[in-house]
């Protein structure tokens, strides 16, 4: 269901750490500009208007319903309404995650149609929650390091926590994954860029901008 258009475009802030994330996001919107306007997308350059309708938090990296990050979301005065955009819609996890407050979370399978209709929802003052996709996939619109490699979302996602210094068993509790999926997951990724060990994974993951580009997170949960 389509909430009513605001008279002027909702201004958002795009929440994640990578430049890469945040600019293929914000890509999305190219089509949509007399409905969102995105007010903040360079990683390393401070939000320049004081508030912003709605905070778009990118989950690639991070995990998706870290209770005290996202309860600092919603309690800075700067943003109106908080989503989550996350490939993963457990139930668990949304629960957990609307626990702490926010007012939506997404699916990163959401073309990019339905995601501005859902941030209008969210706008007009409902809760919005993706459905279940029927199947994993994908967003179009969006980017992420390693895409250009043929990584999916999810291995990009493990490779960027190997680069960060993770070990397997904190990847597993990050990405909501069992210990053995994630195994696999790395025994794919080394084979596809040709390393034997975590070291040579983790070199490779610095050369190819798998490590965070600024904490653009902290600044948004941070105290005044």
């Known amino acids: 269901m389509a909430a009513p258009r605001s008279s002027t475009p909702i201004r958002i802030a795009l929440v994640d750490d990578y430049d890469i994330v945040l600019t293929g996001l914000a890509h999305m919107f190219d089509h949509y500009q007399d409905r969102v306007t995105v007010v903040e997308i360079d990683a390393n350059t401070a939000l320049v208007d004081d508030h912003v309708d709605i905070v778009l938090y990118d989950s690639f990296a991070q995990r998706e319903s870290d209770d005290l990050q996202l309860r600092a979301l919603v309690g800075n005065p700067r943003a109106r309404h908080v989503v989550v955009y996350t490939w993963s819609m457990q139930p668990e996890l949304v629960a957990e995650a609307m626990s702490s407050g926010i007012h939506g979370y997404l699916s990163k399978a959401l073309p990019a149609r339905e995601l501005v209709i859902a941030l209008e929802r969210v706008h007009a003052g409902e809760t919005v929650i993706s459905g279940l996709p029927s199947r994993a996939k994908n967003s179009t619109g969006a980017d992420w390091p390693g895409r250009h490699e043929g990584f999916s979302?999810?291995?990009?996602?493990?490779?960027?926590?190997?680069?960060?210094?993770?070990?397997?068993?904190?990847?597993?509790?990050?990405?909501?994954?069992?210990?053995?999926?994630?195994?696999?997951?790395?025994?794919?990724?080394?084979?596809?860029?040709?390393?034997?060990?975590?070291?040579?994974?983790?070199?490779w993951g610095v050369a190819h901008g798998f490590l965070p580009d600024y904490h653009r997170r902290d600044d948004w949960v941070a105290t005044d």
């Open 153 to 203: 979302g999810r291995e990009s996602e493990i490779l960027a926590l190997i680069t960060q210094g993770k070990s397997n068993a904190e990847i597993a509790v990050i990405t909501y994954l069992s210990p053995n999926t994630i195994k696999t997951h790395i025994r794919n990724l080394y084979s596809r860029i040709g390393a034997t060990t975590r070291t040579q994974a983790v070199l």
